[in-house]
């Protein structure tokens, strides 16, 4: 299985609203609503920022919100801080029987 | 406050083994499939196999099939991965995660390193 493709890295300003981007197939994100974001600070576990496309955890900042467009999904970051500077990654189902994950490869982001 | 803690990593030789823990509390084992993620130094996470609630459903990535068995103790709230035949592209620090079925909670990591 394929990872998903995201830009290696971008960068924003703080209080800017930025997008980060994830192209899959319609075998992964375009197939089924199991798309995640995660984020991860240098030597830290990942964390959950949206799941099932555009579902928020509780306790996650609003200023993450997940989307999708056809075989793209996006996590858009408004009002960037400095605290935002780490690396994302996205994910998808490719089985909603096995629960079979892939990511994408990592953006970092650097505010 | 749920909490995951893998234990296990160490330096082993190319076709050695290794058997990983993840031990959880404040929640319930038994209740969520489990996944483990794993990341090699300076790159992104590759997710390397799950099992279904009472163990009776197990699947892995490719390039671990036949080599790593992934089980569980609901008894103990523990989660494992056997690792065997074990190669230098398996370096890596190896994250277990409850599967609910996003990857809600994750441990700190446990870094393995197969090195001669």
């Known amino acids: 299985q394929s990872a998903l493709t995201q830009p290696a890295s971008v960068s924003g300003s703080l209080g800017q609203s930025i997008t980060l981007s994830c192209t899959g197939t319609?075998?992964?994100?375009?197939?089924?609503?199991?798309v995640s974001w995660y984020q991860q600070h240098p030597g830290k576990a990942p964390k959950l920022l949206t799941y099932?496309?555009?579902h928020r955890p509780s306790g996650v900042s609003h200023r993450f919100s997940g989307s999708r467009s056809g075989n793209t999904a996006s996590l858009t970051i408004s009002g960037l801080q400095a605290e935002d500077e780490a690396d994302y990654y996205c994910?998808?189902?490719?089985?909603?029987?096995?629960?079979?994950?892939?990511f994408g490869g990592g953006t970092k982001l650097t505010v | 406050e749920a909490q995951l803690v893998e234990s296990g990593g160490d330096l082993v030789q190319p076709g050695g083994s290794l058997r990983l823990s993840c031990t959880v509390s404040?929640?319930?084992?038994?209740?969520?499939?489990m996944t483990w993620v794993r990341q090699a130094p300076g790159k992104g996470l590759e997710w390397v196999a799950n099992?279904?609630?009472?163990?009776?459903?197990?699947y892995y990535v490719d390039f671990v099939k036949g080599r790593f068995t992934i089980s569980r103790d609901n008894a103990k709230n523990s989660l494992y991965l056997q690792m065997n035949s074990l190669r230098v592209e398996d370096t890596a620090v190896y994250f277990c995660?409850?599967?609910?079925?996003?990857?809600?909670?994750w441990g700190q990591g446990t870094l393995v390193t197969v090195s001669s």
């Open positions: 319609s075998s992964d994100i375009g197939g089924y609503n199991y």
């Open positions: 099992i279904k609630e009472d163990g009776s459903e197990k």
């Open positions: 994910s998808s189902y490719v089985s909603h029987k096995t629960f079979h994950v892939v």
């Open positions: 099932d496309v555009s």
């Open positions: 404040g929640f319930m084992l038994r209740d969520h499939w």
């Open positions: 995660a409850r599967t609910p079925p996003a990857l809600d909670m």
